[in-house]
């Protein structure tokens, strides 16, 4: 791409109602952005249903994956206690009362209408295809 040239998933500032001279990019992705370019990241793009161990319940448990691109990592929630996992770490705990009950009820949520393994592996190969231009 040379210098100049934008990708056909830039959008004008016009498009979100800013006044201000900046490229507003709506997919996250390793392209090459300038000081005053402003990246807008969309959250979760798919989410799939897998069964893995938790480390918090120390048994097998159903999990919502969270995918939020392929420059991001997948955020797995348990529908056991309602723990996120990302990166190999634990994410963090809110400190107020009900946390864990809303996140159980969103996870549950979250779970209904998550992909099964096999078409989110075919989603994840058109993402990487898309993204490289060409095919696997």
């Known amino acids: 791409m040379e210098h100049g040239d934008q990708p056909d998933w830039?959008?004008?500032?016009?498009?979100f109602g800013l006044a201000h001279p900046v490229t507003v990019h709506t997919y996250c992705a390793a392209h090459m952005v300038g000081m005053n370019d402003v990246i807008i990241c969309g959250g979760t793009v798919a989410a799939c249903?897998?069964?893995l161990r938790c480390p918090?319940?120390?048994r097998r448990?159903?999990?919502?994956q969270s995918?939020?691109?392929?420059?991001?990592?997948?955020?797995f929630t348990c529908l056991g206690c309602g723990d996120t996992w990302?990166?190999?770490e634990r994410g963090e705990r809110p400190f107020r009362r009900g946390w864990r009950r809303e996140a159980l009820t969103r996870a549950r949520a979250e779970w209904a209408e998550a992909?099964?393994?096999k078409d989110f592996r075919a989603f994840v190969h058109e993402e990487i295809t898309t993204?490289?231009?060409a095919p696997l």
């Open 115 to 117: 992909m099964t393994r």
């Open 49 to 51: 249903r897998r069964v």
């Open 131 to 133: 993204e490289l231009g």
């Open 67 to 75: 995918h939020a691109g392929l420059y991001y990592d997948d955020i």
């Open 86 to 88: 990302s990166g190999g």
């Open 61 to 64: 448990r159903r999990f919502v």
């Open 10 to 15: 830039v959008r004008s500032p016009t498009d």
């Open 56 to 58: 918090s319940c120390q």
